[in-house]
């Protein structure tokens, strides 16, 4: 679809007035309406440095460790449901500078409190996201502690 799209939209050369994206050229329009469509590639970095296609039940769930004794009740404890396509809306809207999508979800290698992800852009820029699961305690006191000591 989007291959079709493109050959047919590029051959003019007028610009398009689209409610709610202002003037744009048809290939401006082509590149936003494949984008918008398309889901970005899910991976999951692994300890040895290589990355592994995942599913979208996999960003919720904690697969790094596993435990001797209640493991259903540890994993449980570290179990995140978000809305994805929410965060991935807002890491495009934080980004500006003419991203339109996002078109790559790496779920770093996961620690004990936390979910990262490495968002990567239409346009090569990358955002970092970090969700804290639900055994990391109350939200602002776990931000304001990493806040307080990271160094970039």
């Not at 799209?5 to 744009?24: E, N």
């Not at 290589?50 to 449980?76: C, H, P, T």
Request: glycine share 6%; charged share 20%.
């Amino acid at each position: 679809m989007c291959a079709f799209l493109l050959k047919h939209i590029r051959k003019s050369s007028t610009a398009l007035a689209v409610q709610g994206m202002g003037v744009l050229s048809h290939n401006q329009l082509a590149t936003r309406l494949c984008t918008a469509t398309t889901k970005p590639a899910l991976r999951q970095a692994l300890d040895d440095g290589s990355e592994q296609e995942i599913g979208e039940a996999d960003l919720f769930r904690y697969i790094r460790y596993r435990w001797v004794s209640n493991e259903s009740e540890k994993l449980s404890m570290r179990y995140r449901s978000f809305n994805v396509q929410a965060l991935l809306d807002a890491a495009v809207r934080a980004v500006g500078g003419g991203a339109t999508s996002c078109i790559k979800v790496l779920k770093c290698v996961e620690g004990q409190y936390n979910k990262a992800f490495i968002l990567t852009m239409d346009n090569h820029v990358e955002v970092f996201a970090k969700l804290p699961n639900p055994n990391a305690g109350p939200q602002f006191f776990t931000t304001a502690s990493e806040v307080a000591t990271r160094n970039f």
